[in-house]
């Protein structure tokens, strides 16, 4: 069981940065691979990063490459995604989530983060608007 919630989120120029947190609570974090998506008005929910919890190695959607860095505090069990070079595209509400993975995170983080169906858990979202 995993249970997430998120904060960060609000109003910024096009250009601003923002970070957005996700605190979460689990028995162990050794398997656990954590993403971020978002579900801007009208669209589909999409993914932007995920992270091994293990080892923080991560990936990213090619739309916020090099604008994006998700990360994590061991000591907090807090998940991050800094947010620079803003854009009003990024506007959307972002979720967390997370998934106990019984096989190789490292496969799942490549291969299977991407899809919001391979999460069971889920945080209530944060609302991030960037103004033009």
């Known amino acids: 069981q995993v249970q997430l919630q998120e904060s960060g989120g609000g109003l910024v120029q096009s250009g601003g940065s923002l970070r957005l947190s996700c605190a979460a609570s689990?028995?162990?974090?050794?398997?656990?691979?954590m993403g971020w998506f978002r579900r801007a008005p009208g669209k589909e929910r999409e993914f932007v990063a995920a992270?091994?919890?293990?080892?923080?190695?991560?990936h990213y959607t090619d739309s916020v490459k090099g604008r994006f860095t998700v990360s994590r505090d061991n000591t907090k069990n807090t998940m991050y995604l800094q947010m620079n070079s803003l854009k009003p595209e990024d506007t959307a509400v972002y979720y967390c989530?997370?998934?106990?993975?019984?096989?190789?995170?490292?496969?799942?983080?490549?291969?299977?983060?991407?899809?919001?169906?391979?999460?069971?858990?889920w945080g209530q979202g944060t609302q991030v608007t960037v103004s033009s």
């Open positions: 989530a997370a998934e106990i993975v019984t096989t190789s995170t490292t496969t799942y983080l490549y291969l299977r983060s991407t899809d919001p169906h391979e999460y069971d858990y």
């Open positions: 689990a028995r162990t974090f050794n398997s656990v691979v």
């Open positions: 992270i091994k919890w293990y080892d923080g190695i991560s």
